[in-house]
């Protein structure tokens, strides 16, 4: 079976993590046309395993869409932070990070 590309880029991205959560926000459910789902919104917040540990914090939320039996057939991303912010957070030392600590 092909693995998505989701998780191929998600095991690139997490040995670079640390300390990382996932804080739940919020969650709802509602219907469109012919398709009941479920939003949760999130903030993913970690410190990157570089010298000067930038802190990443990206706000976003996932939609999970269900069909009639409940079962997730689709399931899509979104960030708040375009990809040029989130990048820009890598350059920027972490609050209380010092040269030399």
Not at 25 to 47: C, D, F, H, P, Q
């Amino acid at each position: 079976m092909r693995r998505s590309r989701y998780a191929q880029n998600l095991d690139l991205l997490v040995p670079f993590f640390d300390s990382p959560s996932l804080e739940l926000e919020n969650i709802e459910k509602g219907s469109r046309v012919e398709t009941k789902y479920i939003k949760a919104t999130w903030t993913l917040r970690t410190y990157l395993r570089l010298p000067w540990r930038p802190l990443i914090a990206i706000r976003g939320n996932t939609t999970y869409d269900l069909n009639e039996d409940y079962k997730v057939i689709r399931h899509s991303e979104r960030w708040d932070a375009s990809a040029l912010e989130a990048i820009t957070q890598i350059f920027v030392s972490a609050p209380g990070q010092q040269k030399g600590n």
